[in-house]
């Protein structure tokens, strides 16, 4: 894996330039429509119409340590989902209009039926608080100008995309109690994110605001997620990376349908099972040492993989994991190494009639690669984990571990941790269905080895 650039690009310089353009744009925009007919450079991925080649996305930003901080923006609403992957430019300028109306109609009504809740409870003893409200009051009375100063035209279609989105949301009702509670802790936690990043600084503090309004809106309309702590954090990254309110909401929704369950008491419970359950498979030893009675022990990963590793790495280079971790690399190529191994049981001449059958699942796909990034930091600090003794000696390791993590090394060592996993899992597979023949099995793990690129 490589870090992410452009010929002539340092990504570090880039990433500061990127900040500070957004810094000078203040407060993060309501929409971005420009965006929708921008393009992207990366090679082989977008056709001449604009439509996206999902899959070389995806392995580009795997092989590549992510795209650069220049592209990012747009890369994200494809990897995401707010932009469909087949949409052309076209279609994407019309898309666009559609998500700012269908968002705005959506904020208008839990506003509506939760005044109390329009504006940030303000507590008289944060100071910058009330700098911020003061810009992303600003940023609003510039959006309502902008939006006289349409064409006709644009009004009256604006206008019929807005009676469909309140007939689409007309039937959605909210729980008052509950709303009323997840704006409480929202107001709450927003003020707690990392107001020390260059997005929050100076006018920037309006983007708290945004990221408030966005949180209550998606509370209000996924009541059986609502809000939990740490969304906050994850959706900052959203509106860090993206810089606009609507394009936020949308690609932090996408992203939720497949991972709210992690905000859960349930989700909680799996992820930490299934970190036990590989740091087992790797290191017996070491599981054995952490589990101890329970598996509370194993707590503090869940904050890791929660929030994608965001403290453990530096700023930036937590970014590029993130995205790294969002291209579902395992999965693809667990599905390769599935169908590689079931043409090398079709080439075994000497494999039993019963083993051509359909090919059964092999490896443990709940595995995924965020796991195996997590066990490549617990096996690499593996001397100073075996040295704690209680919770409080763990919690002081995961601490110390906080921005000091090598983002390069720990993805090619969770990358060789897999390929190990799947070599031996294959390796036993074979051995209990096929008698010997190194040739074939060499052949076979060819195969499965050409499918990393482990520099």
């Known amino acids: 894996m490589e870090p992410p650039q452009t010929a002539g690009e340092d990504p ?8 500070e353009v957004r810094c000078r744009r203040r407060v993060a925009a309501l929409s971005a429509p420009a965006l929708s007919a921008s393009r992207l450079t990366l090679p082989g991925v977008m056709d001449a119409e604009g439509r996206v080649d999902e899959s070389r996305l995806r392995m580009h930003i795997f092989k590549n340590g992510g795209v650069s901080p220049s592209e990012r923006g747009l890369a994200w609403r494809f990897l995401f989902g707010m932009y469909p992957c087949s949409s052309t430019a076209l279609e ?22 939760l005044p109390s809740a329009v504006r940030i409870q303000l507590n008289g003893t944060d100071a910058e608080l009330f700098t911020a409200v003061r810009y992303f009051d600003e940023r609003e009375a510039q959006t309502q100008q902008q939006a006289q100063g349409q064409s006709e035209e644009v009004k009256d279609r604006i206008a019929f995309l807005e009676l469909q989105s309140q007939i689409l949301f007309e039937r959605v009702t909210f ?22 990043l260059a997005y929050y600084q100076g006018e920037g503090l309006g983007n708290l605001l945004v990221l408030r ?90 904050r890791w993989l929660l929030l994608g590793f965001q ?13 790294i971790l969002s291209c579902d690399h395992l999965e693809l190529i667990s599905q390769q190494v599935d169908r590689a191994r079931y043409q090398e049981r079709l080439g075994l001449k000497h494999c039993t009639e019963e083993s051509l059958e359909s090919p059964q699942q092999i490896f443990n796909t709940d595995f995924t690669f965020e796991l195996f990034i997590c066990a490549a930091i617990l096996l690499d600090n593996r001397e100073s984990l075996l040295r704690c003794r209680d919770d409080v000696q763990l919690i002081q390791f ?56 482990l520099k």
């Open 92 to 113: 994407r300028s019309l898309l666009q209009e559609q998500l700012l109306v269908r968002y705005r109609v959506m904020k208008r009504k839990w506003q509506q039926f």
């Open 12 to 19: 570090s310089s880039v990433f500061r330039q990127e900040t």
């Open 398 to 453: 995961t601490t110390s571990l906080q921005g000091k993590l090598d983002l390069n090394s720990t993805v090619k060592k969770a990358e060789s941790h897999f390929y190990n996993y799947c070599k031996r899992c294959a390796r036993d597979y074979m051995n209990g269905h096929c008698r010997a023949n190194s040739s074939k099995h060499e052949d076979f793990f060819y195969q499965l080895r050409s499918l990393f690129v």
């Open 213 to 302: 309004d966005i949180l209550i809106t998606y509370a209000a309309f996924h009541p059986e997620v609502s809000y939990a702590q740490g969304m906050n954090d994850l959706c900052s990254r959203f509106l860090e990376v993206l810089d606009s309110e609507v394009d936020t909401f949308w690609s932090f929704s996408c992203y939720m349908e497949k991972f709210s369950r992690d905000f859960m008491a349930d989700g909680l419970h799996r992820k930490i099972e299934l970190e036990a359950a590989l740091l087992k498979e790797l290191d017996p030893p070491l599981y054995t040492h952490l589990v101890k009675d329970n598996m509370e022990s194993f707590t503090f990963c869940h």
């Open 311 to 323: 403290r453990e790495f530096e700023h930036s280079d937590a970014i590029c994991l993130f995205e």
């Open 175 to 196: 729980d008052q109690e509950e709303l009323r509670e997840a704006a409480r802790i929202i107001d709450k936690d927003v003020p707690r994110t990392s107001r020390d």
